[in-house]
C-alpha cells in the first residue's frame, strides 16, 4: 500500500495540481481571480470532508466499495475538462532593434 500511495502522490501532486492551477487561472476573469480561485479551492476542499466519512460508510459494506466509488467520481470529475480548450498565450513581440 505504501508504494500506491507514493504513486497516487507523484501524479496527484506532481501532474494533477499544476495542471489544476493553469486551468483555473486561465479560465477565471482577470477582475474576479482571487474570489474565483478561492471558490474552486473551497468546493475542492469538500471533497476532503466528505470523501473519507462516505468510505467509512462504503467499507461497512464491503472493502472494495471506497476504491471503486472513489475511482467512478473521479472519472466523473475529469469527463468536463474535455470540454475545455486550453490555448497557448501569444508570444510576446519582439522588438527589433
Known amino acids: 500500500s505504501a508504494g500506491v ?12 495540481a499544476p495542471i489544476r492551477a493553469t486551468i483555473i487561472q486561465q479560465f477565471s476573469r482577470d477582475a474576479t481571480r482571487g474570489i474565483e480561485v478561492g471558490k474552486v479551492l473551497a468546493w475542492t476542499s469538500l471533497g476532503g470532508v466528505a470523501g473519507p466519512l462516505a468510505a467509512g460508510f462504503l467499507a461497512g459494506i464491503s472493502p472494495v466499495y471506497p ?25 510576446a513581440a519582439v522588438a527589433k532593434v
Not at 500511495?5 to 494533477?16: P, Q
Not at 467512478?72 to 470529475?77: E, H, K, P, Q, R
Request: aromatic share 14%.
Open 67 to 91: 476504491f471503486l466509488f472513489s475511482g467512478l467520481i473521479m472519472i466523473a470529475a475529469a469527463v468536463p475538462l474535455f470540454r475545455l480548450r486550453l490555448e497557448a498565450p501569444a508570444p
Open 5 to 16: 500511495f507514493l504513486l497516487h502522490d507523484l501524479i496527484g501532486a506532481g501532474l494533477w
